[in-house]
């Protein structure tokens, strides 16, 4: 900025220019700063800084995404969580399944006793297919495996993550009796279904017979002896067996999810403190600031109001100019610059003075103009001589 400023020219007004200039961008910084601590946000817009506002919405894109994946990891939790209660039911029902058989394979008991006991394992493998068919999270069938057919896998995918590559993946294969007996046992008869010593005494559906609608059941015969019962706690071992594996990869999966769950509440904690670092006010620096800009306003309007009235010295230069040429009898400026004519201090006589200044009007005489009595030097002598001891002057 110009600190230019040149009185003797009045027709623009440099200094006023510049104060007002300076007056104007202290305003519009008091807007910005009265915005900023209004909203709490140092970058209201693109305007205010561009790179800052694009690095900021990227990272505020993050953090909701983040945040998102967040209750996505809490949901994922539950989902394993309504799976590992499933599980424990039917455990619990194995293990009953398991003591009963126990019980059954003594010769201590009778025949009668034997198919109440066999009535009863059957009822806690319907028991099984009911608890595995009622758990269920958001319409999903959890231990139906693939597609609901009580066979294979359900494929779970979890996103984890803000990237559509933070994604983790569980397979939870299908719960029922078909699938945890097929094939169970030691010493049993021959063929998949066949869980006694003897053949069709205790069997399970077949796998080629399990759909949908058919999870598979126990069939246990009246004539179903102590060894029957033995080989088949061989069977019921196999299948607590396969409820421990599949508890064991719900843990699993429970175990990355709660580690997850951690990083991204720490992403999500960082993004939000490089977000805030980057738009969010600071209220000490801003009060500081706003009490700088109105010490600024304050002088700068000052400043403006002076430099409208410093043009005015030049009427001051004039009048002073006047009353000089008046003082030294009408003497002009020379063209040296220097005030006053050539024979300033000479008393004017009739003749005028000797510069010829003023000059002579059209029609005027410069002869005293006679008047009875009355002697008139003219012009007259207008400098003031003072004699001592004169007070007050006499004119």
């Known amino acids: 900025m110009s600190a230019f400023a040149d009185f003797n020219r009045i027709n623009t007004n440099v200094q006023a220019l510049d104060a007002g200039r300076v007056l104007n961008r202290t305003n519009r910084d008091i807007s910005v700063n009265q915005?900023?601590?209004?909203?709490?946000?140092?970058?209201?817009?693109?305007?205010?800084?561009?790179?800052?506002?694009?690095?900021?919405?990227?990272?505020?894109?993050?953090?909701?995404?983040?945040?998102?994946a967040q209750r996505n990891i809490a949901d994922a939790?539950?989902?394993?969580?309504?799976?590992?209660?499933?599980?424990?039911?039917?455990?619990?029902?194995?293990?009953?399944?398991?003591?009963?058989?126990t019980q059954a394979a003594t010769d201590s008991l009778g025949e009668a006793e034997r198919r109440l006991i066999g009535a009863q394992i059957s009822g806690l493998g319907d028991s099984l297919n009911s608890t595995a068919e009622q758990?269920?999270?958001?319409?999903?069938?959890?231990?139906?495996?693939?597609?609901?057919?009580?066979?294979?896998?359900?494929?779970?995918?979890?996103?984890?993550?803000?990237?559509?590559?933070?994604?983790?993946?569980?397979?939870?294969?299908?719960?029922?009796?078909?699938?945890?007996?097929?094939?169970?046992?030691?010493n049993n008869a021959a063929g998949d279904d066949q869980l006694g010593a003897e053949a069709d005494r205790i069997t399970v559906t077949p796998l080629a017979m399990i759909t949908g609608l058919n999870p598979g059941r126990l069939d246990i015969a009246d004539n179903a002896d102590a060894q029957d019962y033995r080989v088949f706690m061989?069977?019921?071992?196999?299948?607590?067996?396969?409820?421990?594996?599949?508890?064991?990869?719900?843990?699993?999966?429970?175990?990355?999810?709660?580690?997850?769950?951690?990083?991204v509440a720490q992403s999500i904690a960082v993004s939000q403190q490089a977000v805030s670092r980057l738009i969010d006010t600071d209220f000490a620096k801003a009060q500081s600031e706003r009490v700088q800009l109105q010490i600024l306003q304050a002088t700068s309007s000052a400043a403006l109001a002076q430099a409208n009235v410093n043009p005015a010295a030049v009427l001051?230069?004039?009048?002073?100019?006047?009353?000089s040429a008046v003082r030294n009898g009408g003497g002009g400026v020379s063209a040296n610059g220097g005030s006053g004519s050539a024979d300033s201090g000479a008393v004017r006589?009739?003749?005028?003075?000797?510069?010829?200044?003023?000059?002579?009007?059209?029609?005027?005489?410069?002869?005293?103009?006679p008047v009875a009595g009355i002697d008139i030097d003219w012009p007259?002598?207008?400098?003031?001589?003072?004699?001592?001891?004169?007070?007050?002057p006499s004119l």
Do not use: C, H
């Not at 989902?79 to 039911?89: A, P, R």
């Not at 959890?142 to 803000?162: H, M, R, S, W, Y």
């Not at 019921?236 to 429970?254: C, H, K, P, Y």
């Open 380 to 392: 007259p002598d207008l400098a003031y001589k003072p004699e001592p001891n004169d007070w007050p």
């Open 349 to 369: 006589t009739g003749a005028g003075s000797s510069s010829g200044w003023p000059p002579p009007l059209a029609g005027e005489s410069r002869e005293p103009i």
């Open 135 to 186: 758990t269920v999270y958001q319409g999903i069938e959890l231990l139906k495996g693939f597609e609901g057919g009580n066979t294979g896998a359900l494929e779970l995918i979890f996103q984890v993550g803000e990237r559509s590559v933070d994604t983790l993946t569980s397979y939870i294969r299908a719960v029922n009796v078909g699938m945890l007996f097929n094939g169970a046992g030691q």
């Open 234 to 263: 061989s069977a019921v071992d196999e299948a607590l067996g396969g409820m421990i594996s599949r508890t064991q990869d719900v843990a699993n999966a429970s175990k990355s999810l709660s580690v997850r769950e951690q990083v």
């Open 316 to 323: 001051d230069l004039i009048s002073q100019q006047n009353m």
């Open 77 to 101: 939790i539950s989902v394993l969580g309504i799976m590992e209660s499933g599980f424990g039911t039917i455990t619990d029902n194995l293990t009953e399944m398991k003591s009963l058989a």
């Open 35 to 68: 915005l900023s601590l209004s909203t709490g946000k140092r970058i209201n817009s693109a305007e205010d800084n561009a790179s800052s506002y694009a690095i900021s919405v990227k990272l505020r894109g993050r953090t909701e995404g983040l945040i998102t």
